[in-house]
């Protein structure tokens, strides 16, 4: 079941599945999955496995960059610790000319990744964040990163979170990612819109064409097995669509969340594991 969201266990199945999105005129952000290690030796790990991923994509001239968590860095052991490990990484993704994500966890741990990936972003402009639409932060946090040239990730968000920090209604979400998206679009920067949702997809292409943003200057984001007859189409329309595509051992909290975000992926599971 968590293969229709997970390429593979092993590193060579996420470069062939990148491939084959790159044959489709898709590029892609590969994310070893992992997250929460309870060992610098576990973090340390990680990191080479981060590493790695960007010398197989130079040696197979993929077009892809890399997502990464902090937790899976060890942010949970030490921010210091974490943060030296995150800079190894972003001065490899620069040698290669390529880019380091971070991806944005649960609410607790923004603060201390907005503050990392600045640190780090005064020093390279090889990281970029991502910024959820369910916290209410998220707004003044989008205008701090960009008063660091930061390249933003935008996403609903994707954790269970209390009324005191994101909106719960879907409308209201969905409202603040209209909002948010006006901020980033016309800042100059090239930022990616992740989404899979069609109503913020045309919000995001109404928004470039009244300031006269080209399909160039931005992309669109979607998860690997998630509405590919979408990202097939954005890509026919001219679109840039980036595919992210996470591979490893560790799969089970990412394929968790993919379940709960859709009450009817876990029906499709319960019938599928019966069968
Ligand atoms: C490239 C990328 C990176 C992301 N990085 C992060 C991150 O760093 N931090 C974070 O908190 N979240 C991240 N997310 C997840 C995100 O926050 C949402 O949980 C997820 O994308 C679903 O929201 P949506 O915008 O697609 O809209 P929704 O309104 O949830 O969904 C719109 C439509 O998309 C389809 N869809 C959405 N999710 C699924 C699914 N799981 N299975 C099947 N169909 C689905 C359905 O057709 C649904 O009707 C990322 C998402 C993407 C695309």
Redesign the pocket.
């Known amino acids: 079941m968590a293969r229709r969201f997970v390429a593979g266990e092993g590193l060579d199945e996420a470069l062939a599945a990148s491939r084959v999105c790159n044959d489709h005129g898709m590029m892609v ?1 590969l994310d070893y999955l992992g997250e929460n290690v309870n060992s610098t030796a576990d973090a340390q790990h990680s990191r080479d496995a981060y590493l790695e991923v960007f010398e197989k994509i130079a040696a197979q001239k993929l077009s892809a960059n890399v997502s990464c968590k902090l937790t899976a860095l060890g942010l949970d052991l030490s921010t210091e610790f974490c943060e030296g490990l995150v800079m190894s990484i972003v001065e490899r993704a620069a040698a290669a000319d390529n880019f380091l994500r971070v ?3 649960g609410s607790e741990y923004t603060q201390r990744t907005i503050e990392l990936v600045k640190r780090v972003r005064s020093q390279s402009p090889a990281i970029g964040t ?1 910024i ?1 639409a369910y916290l209410y932060r998220s707004e003044k946090d989008i205008q701090e990163l960009l008063a660091y040239g930061c390249r933003i ?1 935008l ?5 269970k979170e209390a009324p005191e920090v994101a909106f719960e209604k ?1 409308a209201d979400v969905d409202g603040n990612y209209v909002r948010l998206t006006k901020l980033l679009l016309p800042s100059g920067f090239y930022h990616g819109i ?4 069609p109503r ?1 997809i045309a919000a995001t292409i109404r928004c470039a064409v009244e300031h006269r943003i080209s399909k160039e200057d931005f992309e669109f ?3 690997y097995g ?2 590919t007859d979408l990202q097939r189409r954005l890509v026919r329309d001219g679109y840039r669509l980036r595919v ?1 595509i996470p591979y490893g051992n560790d799969w089970f909290p990412y394929f968790m969340r ?1 379940l709960a ?2 009450p009817a ?1 876990v029906g499709f599971f319960i019938r599928n594991f019966f069968r």
Do not use: F, I, P
Request: hydrophobic letters at 30%; glycine letters at 4%; aromatic letters at 8%.
């Open positions: 952000s991806d944005m966890e991502v959820q990730r996403c609903k968000g994707a954790y879907k992740a989404t899979h949702d913020m984001q979607m998860l998630v509405r992210y993919r975000e859709r992926n």
